[in-house]
T-cell receptor, first 113, second 113 residues
């Protein structure tokens, strides 16, 4: 089945220790998104890629970076995680012509100790 | 500023009760409207969507929603809820040609058996 896959599902990192979360998709969608979701809150868009074109949200901290080496993969790098970065990180994809119908992965729950 | 409001953060119902979750948005232009559901421990899934045409849209699992343009609303309804409908429900709106979805804060629905 075509899907959005995120690895790992659970990640524990230490305060200040860089961490990378990964997302892959078999849907061949050209738009990919990274969201941060904290408990009982709506997903917050961090950035998205339209093909290789990177679009950062104005309020996304510099601590968060992303890479998209090809259509299928997208990475979220957190350079120096703080306690406030503990959250669920969601990857989503969509097609250019139906850019609003987003397909979500299961998420990676990040714990910062 | 563009925003999406979900009126109730928590709703508790008994099985077989009727459900209506409110969603209002603030934007006067073209919109596409979505309801997503997040079951406990699972990823966000699309419940239903409105792009154009009949303002009453039917989704999966017996849910429906009605777009009332004059009221800037897209309320979610289900005539008879089941215990398995316990989940968090998010309303999201795409405004004009923006790739972004503007999300409501979510409504946690608990169905008592």
């Amino acid at each position: 089945d075509a899907m959005v896959i995120q690895n790992p599902r659970y990640q524990v990192t230490q305060f200040g220790k860089p961490v990378t979360l990964s997302c892959s998709q078999t849907l061949n969608h050209n738009v990919m998104y990274w969201y941060q979701q904290k408990s009982s809150q709506a997903p917050k868009l961090l950035f998205h890629y339209y093909d290789k074109d990177f679009n950062n949200e104005a309020d996304t901290p510099d601590n968060f970076q992303s890479r998209r080496p090809n259509t299928s993969f997208c990475f979220l790098d957190i350079r120096s995680p703080g306690l406030g970065d503990a959250a669920m990180y969601l990857c989503a994809t969509s097609r250019e012509d139906r850019a609003n119908e987003q397909y979500f992965g299961p998420g990676t729950r990040l714990t910062v100790t | 500023a563009q925003s999406v409001s979900q009126h109730n953060h928590h709703v508790i119902l008994s099985e077989a009760a009727s459900l209506e979750l409110g969603c209002n948005y603030s934007y006067g232009g073209t919109v596409n409207l979505f309801w997503y559901v997040q079951y406990p421990g699972q990823h966000l899934q699309l419940l239903l969507k409105y792009f154009s045409g009949d303002p009453l849209v039917k989704g999966i699992k017996g849910f429906e929603a009605e777009f009332i343009k004059s009221k800037f609303s897209f309320n979610l309804r289900k005539p008879s809820v089941q215990w398995s409908d316990t989940a968090e429900y998010f309303c999201a709106v795409r405004m004009d040609s923006n790739y972004q979805l503007i999300w409501g804060a979510g409504t946690k629905l608990i169905i008592k058996p």
